[in-house]
Every structure is written in C-alpha cells, then in structure tokens.
C-alpha cells in the first residue's frame, strides 16, 4: 500500500513555480516591465487610478500608428521613471520602431500627430547617437 503525498508539495508556491509564462517570454524588446506584486509575484498591469492610460485609452487618431506610439513612449516613461513621471525619457526611433512595429517613415508620422496636440513635448538628441528625450504633458493641455 502506498502512502499518500505530503499536503506541502501540492502548495499554490509549487504550482506557480512549474508555470511558464509563455506571453511575458515572447514579448519583444529592451523594455523593463513593472516591478511585481510582493505578495504574488504576479505582473503588474494598468489600474483603474491610472488616469493618464485611461484617457489615452479614449483618445483617437487620425493615423493608426500614433495610438502605439503614444503607448510606447507612455509605457517606456512609466518604467524608466518611477519616481518621477514628469522627467522626459530618452528613447530612440529604432527602439520605436521596433517597439511599435511600423515603418520609420509611419513613427515619424505618429510623433508629428502628438506634437501637433500637444500630448508630448520632444527635446531632439542632437546626433552622435544621442536619442531624443519624449515627455507626455499635463492631462488638461490635450484631453477633451
């Protein structure tokens, strides 16, 4: 007669050990993702207080690029600041483009359309590859 398993190696922290993340693997690129939640581990996603990623989610454009656009710089911007969201973040077009997964030609388009609403404030590189720094503006300068 066999002896039944120990109740410890059925627990939830051997389970989600043996789970892969196969979605979080293929994502592309050197973005850094949000730090996890302490208690779970689990990723962290947009909350319902994010009031920037809510309005950008209403927003609409005249280009279909501009939306991920917008969304790359946002996304890059809350990552690489976390204390300060109001520091512009370098980023450049290559890493855009491959972010975005437009043509160099169609991110060029989609940052021309956010400047001319004033959703982002662009201080240029100055070459030497040197990247450009975007900074999304105040909420009341651009939402309707």
Request: charged residues 25%; glycine residues 4%; hydrophobic residues 40%.
């Amino acid at each position: 007669m066999a002896a039944a398993k120990p109740h410890k190696e059925h627990s939830r922290a051997a389970r989600n050990s043996k789970q892969s993340r196969p979605l979080l693997d293929q994502l592309p690129g050197p973005w850094f993702a949000r730090s996890p939640i302490r208690r779970t581990g689990a990723p962290r996603f947009v909350m319902v207080h994010d009031l920037t990623a809510l309005a950008i989610m209403r927003t609409h454009f005249a280009h279909p690029v501009t939306f991920p656009v917008l969304w790359a710089i946002f996304w890059r911007q809350q990552t690489a600041q976390l204390r300060d969201l109001s520091k512009p973040t370098p980023i450049s077009i290559e890493e855009l483009v491959q972010q975005t997964g437009y043509a160099r030609s169609s991110v060029f388009l989609g940052l021309d359309e956010l400047k001319e609403r004033d959703m982002i404030d662009i201080a240029p590189g100055g070459g030497r590859h040197k990247r450009s720094t975007y900074r999304l503006t105040a909420l009341d300068r651009w939402l309707l």
